[in-house]
T-cell receptor
Framework: QQQVKQSPQSLIVQKGGISIINCAYE??????FPWYQQFPGKGPALLIA?????SEKKEGRFTISFNKSAKQFSLHIMDSQPGDSATYFC????????????FGEGTQLTVNP | EPEVTQTPSHQVTQMGQEVILRCVPI?????FYWYRQILGQKVEFLVS????????KSEIFDDQFSVERPDGSNFTLKIRSTKLEDSAMYFC????????????FGPGTRLTVL
């Protein structure tokens, strides 16, 4: 009930391409969905977040698409760059589950030059 | 830009020993968290802390774990008797507000239990 499923586990994209990472959740009480970016040896850093009152949020090259009925959300990275190579985690939290973030399994993104 | 700091960056200990991991959250933040990440796995919630008491804890956070805010700036995680399976990266995080607010993560402490 509390799980967040993330796919793919790893992703290789050419520079300039679009990277797409998908997440699905089960708990309908989740109502805050952040994406975190993690570089080796560093802590996760918030990239972008969305609440279910909107279906899409864009910040620069990063876009979250949210489908409430399907209980799915995805991260799109446009014009992917080698510097985007990192591990990406989706997460979710909800008022009824408190402030804890439930993370997906992570996606290792590699952007080839 | 304010950031969460953690010490030490790497801690090696023998099984059964006590360890204390230290964190300095962002100064105006009121909510504090510990998460852990076993190598190659996802980040898992351990505990949240507000107003000098635990707000919530996961099933991982058993009696071997404790948290404390000993002064106005530090936030610590103590593991009383470490096990091999406690080997992981431990992240401290803090947020200004509760639900739905950005949690800022520190760089982590890598704990290795031998």
């Amino acid at each position: 009930q509390q799980q967040v499923k993330q796919s793919p586990q790893s992703l290789i994209v050419q520079k300039g391409g679009i990277s797409i990472i998908n997440c699905a959740y089960e708990n309908t009480a989740f109502d805050y969905f952040p994406w975190y970016q993690q570089f080796p040896g560093k802590g996760p850093a918030l990239l972008i977040a969305i609440r279910p009152d909107v279906s899409e949020k864009k910040e620069g090259r990063f876009t979250i698409s949210f489908n409430k009925s399907a209980k799915q959300f995805s991260l799109h990275i446009m014009d992917s760059q080698p510097g985007d190579s990192a591990t990406y985690f989706c997460a979710a939290s909800g008022k009824t589950s408190g402030s804890r973030l439930t993370f997906g399994e992570g996606t290792q993104l590699t952007v080839n030059p | 830009e304010p950031e969460v700091t953690q010490t030490p960056s790497h801690q090696v200990t023998q099984m059964g020993q006590e360890v204390i991991l230290r964190c300095v959250p962002i100064s105006n933040h009121l909510y504090f968290y510990w998460y852990r990440q076993i190598l190659g796995q996802k980040v898992e919630f351990l505990v949240s802390f507000y107003n000098n008491e635990i707000s919530e804890k996961s099933e991982i956070f058993d009696d071997q774990f404790s948290v404390e805010r000993p002064d106005g700036s530090n936030f610590t995680l103590k593991i009383r008797s470490t096990k091999l399976e406690d080997s992981a990266m431990y992240f401290c995080a803090s947020s200004e507000d509760w639900w739905g607010d950005t949690q800022y993560f520190g760089p982590g402490t890598r704990l290795t239990v031998l």
